[in-house]
């Protein structure tokens, strides 16, 4: 495993798709497991997010992530 600081140099306004993509894999763990950090997200926001992504209609693993992300929005309700 690598490892470098990042500075805030790097800190963006606008990140790239992969990276809102690892977010939202990111807060949809956090859901799943009922985190304190996970603030007031919720299972719309980040289906929000993911249509709004190219990368998620481009890759077949990523889509088959929102679609997962949208079968369990119909089980647990937040």
């Known amino acids: 495993m690598l490892k470098f600081?990042?500075?805030?140099?790097?800190i963006t306004d606008s990140p790239s798709e992969?990276?809102?993509f690892a977010s939202c894999v990111a807060?949809?763990?956090m859901l799943l497991r009922e985190s304190e950090y996970s603030g007031d997200i919720t299972h719309h926001d980040v289906l929000t997010t993911l249509n709004t992504l190219e990368c998620v209609y481009m890759d077949k693993y990523k889509h088959e992530f929102m679609e997962l992300v949208e079968k369990s929005s119909m089980y647990i309700n937040y």
């Not at 600081?5 to 790097?10: L, W």
Request: aromatic share 8%; proline share 8%.
């Open 27 to 29: 807060e949809f763990g």
């Open 5 to 10: 600081p990042v500075g805030k140099d790097k």
């Open 18 to 20: 992969n990276m809102q």
